[in-house]
């Protein structure tokens, strides 16, 4: 069993910052994918980054250049620091993992283990 627990979220004006941060307990894995997604209200949810377990990183074109995915493997937690936030930025963020090889996607289909979620807020 895995679990995923998110933290971070809140509320920011435009221009802003947030890190958000992931804990992941459980049966891991030597090699995996581990990504953030979010989902606005009555939209699809989307996938914002990724990492895989060699550090290799896929972004959303949108949020290139404002948010970076880094992991702590000795803390078994992965982050997103997101700069320059904007009102479209807003959702909940949830973090996934699943057991992979090769570069990592950000296509949700792909994951089996899910967070529960923090919400972001960012206003105009």
């Known amino acids: 069993q895995v679990q995923l627990v998110e933290s971070g979220g809140g509320s920011v004006q435009a221009g802003g910052s947030l890190t958000l941060s992931c804990i992941i307990s459980?049966?891991?894995?030597?090699?995996?994918?581990m990504a953030w997604f979010r989902q606005a209200p009555g939209k699809l949810r989307e996938g914002v980054a990724g990492?895989?377990?060699?550090?290799?990183?896929t972004y959303l074109d949108s949020v290139k250049g404002r948010f970076t995915i880094s992991k702590d493997n000795a803390k078994n937690t992965l982050f997103l620091q997101m700069n320059n936030l904007k009102p479209e930025d807003t959702g909940m963020y949830l973090c996934?993992?699943?057991?992979?090889?090769?570069?990592?996607?950000?296509?949700?289909?792909?994951?089996?283990?899910w967070g529960q979620g923090t919400q972001v807020t960012v206003s105009s």
């Open positions: 996934a993992a699943q057991w992979a090889n090769g570069p990592p996607s950000i296509d949700d289909r792909w994951y089996d283990y």
């Open positions: 459980g049966n891991t894995h030597l090699n995996y994918w």
């Open positions: 990492v895989d377990s060699d550090g290799r990183t």
